[in-house]
Structures are given as C-alpha cells and as structure tokens.
C-alpha cells in the first residue's frame, strides 16, 4: 500500500518526537563521558591527524610517481592511480567527521549525509579496485607466457592502451554500481534526527521507520547488513584473499626469473589486503550502533573499541602509497630519482637568490 502523507503526518510528527526523547534517554546521552572515553577519543583523533597527513603526502607521491613512469602504461598502474585518489577522499572525510565532533560544522541530517557519502562511497570502491588489480594481476600470472613482449614496442603500447581502456571502462560501470548501491545514503530523510552522544562521543542517528522506498517501507537494518557489510565490506575481502592465495600458488610454479619479475607487484596486492581486513571491525560495530538495544552493551567498552577500530580502518587508506614503494624497486627507485631533482632544483634557486642578494649588495655599496 503507498504511502499517504497527508493522513499520518500528524502520527509521524507525535511518532517521531517519542522516538527522540526515548532515544535520548536509551543512549543517555546527557551524561558526560568517561575519562577512557575521552582518552580513547584524543588518541583516535590525534592518530587520525597523522594518518592524515602522511596519508595524502603517501598517496599523492604515488600518483606522481605513477604518472611520470612506464606503470603509466600498465592495467595495475591505472587501478593503483584510482585506489590512491579515493583513499585521499577517504581521509578527507575523517576531517570532515572531526570537524563535526569539534562543531565547526554543525550537524544536521545534510551534514551527516554528506559525510556518509564521503565515508562510504571512497570506502567501497577502493574495496572493489583492489579486487580488481587482483583479477589483473591473476590473469598478468596465469598467462605470462602468453602475454610478454617488450614494453616499447609498438605493438605493446598499443596492446595497453586497449587494456586501458577496458579498464576505464570497468572501473566507471564499477563507479555505477556503486552509486547505486550507496544511493539510499543520499537521502537524509532516512533518519529521523542526528546528534553526538556525549556519552560515547559517536554520531548517533535515530532511523527513520516510516520512510518509505518507493511503495513499500524501507528496511533499514536489511539494507544496512547487505551494503555495509556484505557489498562493502566481506565480499571484497574475501574475493582479495582467495584471490592472494591462488596467486601465491601460481607464481610458486613460473620460472624463478618471471616470478622475479611479477612478485613485486603481487607483494603489493598482498600488503593491501592484510591492510583491509581491519576495516570489517567497524561496519559490524556501525551496524550495533544502530540496530540493536544498547541496554545489553557497556558504554566505555563500546566507544572505546568504536574508536580504536576506526584507527585501525585509517591505516587501510593510508599504506597503499607506502606499501607500493616498500614492494616495488622500480617506483621506488623513481621516487628517489624525482626526489633527487626537486633537491638539485632546489638547490640552484637557492644559489640564484643567493647570488642575486649578492649582486645587489654589491651595487648598494657602489
């Protein structure tokens, strides 16, 4: 049956000031927090700045790197340029997020959907692009011989760039996917009413469970278990491990000079899924938050480990600039050489200004 707003308003409005005040009451949120609330939270927060800066200035030197090298050319290289650009929007979204908790903007229903946006959405496409580069990479194994030829013919370049562009092609239909999937999070009405507990120092949101999808009402627990957890989350993750695992095993059985030559990139694919599994803690925890009666949990224990599994999250979006350089000799010999060059060519301003000075020094005196 659809929905008829003109003949519940008045139900909703009476409905929905009883949600807020039982759920403030439920969370209570009136009372201060604990000194191991706080101490867990200044923690999180001061390890979330510094995710964040080495993070982006990690990530960003990838990109770099990768444009101004031959992975440019290469499927993984372009998948590794996605997966460093959204885990930089993800970070950024933890700014946003603390801004909030500092009320430097203020929190409403728009705010919070904006930051589930940032939040999810870079969040399940880094998930996916590195399954992905796992599929690429397990085809670059199973068909090594096959596929090798000289990165400098002409005949290899042309062969990647119709790689690339499949990929590009992959990764917007992924792009889609995704926004679909995520697109209940554009709506605001979702919730009710939004606040920071005190208590927990978390964003508590209160469902909404008279809106309506379309002619039916929307399931808000059912949807969060199948995207938060399920899509996002477990489903790339274990795609990554299974995937690690035959890819472990093949390259055992090539060559010891082809495997030489595949393993660092494999190295960094593994480096990237151990990372990932510390994102699962949160969506589930995301989801008690919500969902189930907070009567049976112990406020400190819960924030205190919400807080530590978001740090622990942050270190998924912050090591992939890292972990390609520590994996990979050729990035990071040309992240050493373009280190090199911004040295020299600082130098040589440095001795312009200098001599400049000098020049001008000497004229004054004159």
Sequence with gaps: MAYNGTQTSLILFVFNETIKNNDYNRFNCSINPTVAVLISFHIGRILSILCIIFGIIGNLALILIIFRSSFYYFSYGLILLFISTFDIIR??????????????????????TIYITLYRYPKIIT?????????????????????????????????????????????????????????PNLISSRYISTRICLTRLLIISTPNPYFYYGNYV???????????????????????????????????RLPALTSK???????????????????????????????????????????????????????????????????????????????????????QKRNSLKSTTIELATISEK
């Design 218 to 252: 929307f399931n808000g627990f059912l949807y969060s278990l199948i995207s938060y957890i399920i899509l996002d989350d477990v489903l790339p993750i274990m795609t990554l491990i299974i995937f690690n695992t035959i890819l472990l095993y093949e390259l055992r």
């Design 127 to 183: 998930n996916w692009l590195k399954v992905f580069l796992a599929i690429e990479r397990f085809i670059a194994v199973k068909y090594w011989v096959a596929h090798r030829y000289n990165i400098n013919s002409n005949n290899s370049k042309r062969i990647h760039r119709t790689r690339q562009r499949k990929i590009l092609l992959l990764i917007l239909i992924l792009f889609l996917c995704c926004l679909i999937s995520q697109h």
């Design 261 to 347: 030559k595949l393993a660092e990139s494999i190295f960094i694919l593994f480096f990237l899924t151990i990372f990932s599994i510390f994102i699962l803690p949160r969506s589930f925890l995301v989801i008690i938050n919500l969902y189930v009666d907070q009567k049976h949990f112990n406020d400190t224990i819960m924030s205190v480990v919400f807080h530590t599994c978001q740090g622990l999250e942050m270190f998924n979006h912050v090591i992939t600039g890292y972990a390609c350089f520590l994996s990979c000799r050729h990035l990071r010999k040309n992240l050493i050489q373009n280190i090199g060059i911004l040295f020299v060519k600082f130098r």
């Design 91 to 112: 970070l950024i979204s933890t700014i946003f997020y603390y801004l909030i908790q500092a009320n430097i903007i203020s929190l409403n229903l728009i705010t919070l």
